[in-house]
């Protein structure tokens, strides 16, 4: 027989695993982020930009590839 104090017990447990786990998760992509804004990498001899940067660039081309083609004058 299971007694309600058992139960509540065993759900703050999970509750402060999933805590835990959160709060890991959130502390690893702040780490990532950091060193992603920070670490420079150098793709030409005259272009060095951190990952950040690129990602922001490549976002920028994608978007202005489908504007180009939805200005398209073909009907």
Known sequence: MNHPKTL?????NRRGQAMLEYSLLNWILVVALVIGASVKVNWSE????NVIDLF????QIYYDSFYFVLNLPFP
């Open 8 to 12: 509540r017990s065993r759900a703050r």
């Open 46 to 49: 005259d272009k060095q930009s």
């Open 56 to 59: 922001m660039e490549a976002y």
